[in-house]
């Protein structure tokens, strides 16, 4: 008897075994089965990404691309103005040394403040010692015709004429 309660104990613990091992299959099982689950529906995520980096990565070539357009624009604006500016530099220069020797000249680098740079801020007359022409009654150089299809404001015109009236 002994033999037969030895017998059914050991069957007892083999199906307890058995019974182990098949529910630690079936949770691998599950585990395996869910794992799949999750990386296919991770997988279609990832393609949506994926597209949405693609068309991110074309429109920021296409933004770099129109950046160094704009870039080589620039530049041409640039030498354009410092050219233009060099222009500008040298005939107020040349305004300036003529404001040394004419009337006219000096009267305009007056009332536009027109002076060399890092110069200190003196009236023109101060500087040569001499009143203006009007003051002395120096003739002015006659005012010119204006051409016809060269369009003065009326203020400036009758400055013009204002101008030419003066003896």
Known sequence: MEDIGEERASK???????????ALAAAALVF???QVRVSLLEQSLLDAQ?????????EL???LSQIETDVVTREEQMKKA????ARYASLLGELLELAKTDVDA????????????GAEATPANAQTNKP??????????PVKEVPKDVKVPKAAQSEMHAKAKVP
């Not at 083999?14 to 019974?19: K, L, P, T």
């Not at 410092?82 to 500016?85: D, G």
């Not at 203006?132 to 150089?141: K, L």
């Open 132 to 141: 203006p022409a009007a003051a002395t009654g120096e003739s002015r150089e």
């Open 50 to 58: 994926r597209g949405v980096i693609a068309k991110r990565v074309a």
């Open 61 to 63: 070539k296409g933004n």
């Open 32 to 34: 395996v089965f869910t």
């Open 106 to 117: 000096r009267t305009v680098t007056q009332k536009w403040k027109i002076q060399a740079a």
């Open 82 to 85: 410092t050219a233009t500016e």
């Open 12 to 22: 007892g613990m083999n199906s307890g075994i058995y019974f182990a091992v098949v």
